[in-house]
């Protein structure tokens, strides 16, 4: 599994929380002991967190519990999660995601609280289907 650590430290927050992505991937450990889990990161998540946060988001990338896309990488943070997610699939019997981005044909896991845990829905991972058009266009006058 590759979690998006800027969507679950996000995830339904007005600021990004660094105890909210610790405790969402001790939570998947516990409802999913099986499942091998890379949290990947776009690196401008570091200055989305609070001050108090930093020093122990630098641990996380430090020790490996987080790997962040480098920087410059070609065609952005996506097609990174895409290039590593496909990588990924030549080592495993199946790839899914946890993250609110567009990523064509990878089973993305639905995410939700189940009172003070996280739940990660691997059984109804699935697909998004995407067009490659913005589905938001600006009315011209």
């Known amino acids: 599994m590759l979690l998006d650590a800027d969507t679950v ?5 007005v600021a990004p929380s660094l105890g909210q992505l610790h405790a969402a991937i ?5 409802e999913h002991p099986d499942v091998t ?3 990947v990161a776009d690196p401008a998540i570091k200055w989305a967190l609070p001050d108090s946060d930093q020093d122990a988001f630098d641990h996380d990338i430090v020790t490996g519990a987080v790997v ?8 952005g943070t996506n097609a990174w999660l895409a290039a590593v997610a496909e990588r990924a699939g030549r080592d495993a019997d199946r790839v899914v995601v946890v993250t609110d981005r567009a990523l064509p044909d990878l089973p993305i896991v639905r995410l939700r609280r189940v009172d003070e845990r996280f739940s990660f829905d691997l059984d109804g991972a699935a697909p998004v289907q995407t067009t490659g058009a913005s589905p938001h266009r600006r009315r011209r006058r």
């Open 9 to 13: 430290a996000g995830w339904r927050r």
């Open 26 to 30: 001790d939570d998947l450990r516990r």
């Open 37 to 39: 889990v890379a949290v």
């Open 68 to 75: 962040c896309a480098p920087a410059g990488t070609k065609d």
